[in-house]
C-alpha cells in the first residue's frame, strides 16, 4: 500500500522503530477518540430525540460520557499495536519495494 511506502522512505532516512511505532499508535488513538466522540455524540442526540418524543426527563452522565470516549481510544491503541508494531519492524528496502 501506500502507507508501506511511506514506512519504507521514513525508515530510510533515519526513522527509527520507535518513531514508526508511535506514528501508528497515535493515529490509531486519535482516529478512534474521533469516532468515539461522534458515537456519543450520535447516541446523545438519540436519547434526547427519544426522551423528548416519550416525555421523559433525559440526563447525561458525564464521567460514563468521558469513559466511554476513553474507552474507544483505549480500542484504537490496543488493536492497533499488531501492525502498528509489524510496520514498525519492516526492512526499509522491503517497504520500498513494496507494490
Known amino acids: 500500500t501506500e502507507r508501506t511506502r511511506e514506512i519504507g522512505i521514513r525508515m530510510s532516512v ?3 522503530e520507535g518513531d514508526v511505532l508511535t506514528q501508528f499508535l497515535v493515529e490509531a488513538g486519535l482516529i478512534s477518540t ?3 466522540i ?3 455524540m450520535t447516541g446523545l442526540l ?5 426522551a ?9 452522565n458525564a464521567p460514563v460520557t ?7 481510544a483505549l480500542v484504537g491503541v490496543v488493536f492497533g499495536f499488531y501492525p502498528a508494531r509489524r510496520a514498525a519492524h519492516m526492512e526499509p528496502i522491503d517497504a520500498l519495494r513494496h507494490h
Open 14 to 16: 533515519g526513522a527509527l
Open 34 to 36: 474521533l469516532g468515539g
Open 38 to 40: 461522534a458515537g456519543v
Open 46 to 50: 438519540g436519547g434526547f430525540v427519544g
Open 52 to 60: 423528548r418524543a416519550l416525555g421523559v426527563i433525559f440526563t447525561v
Open 66 to 72: 468521558l469513559g466511554a470516549v476513553a474507552f474507544s
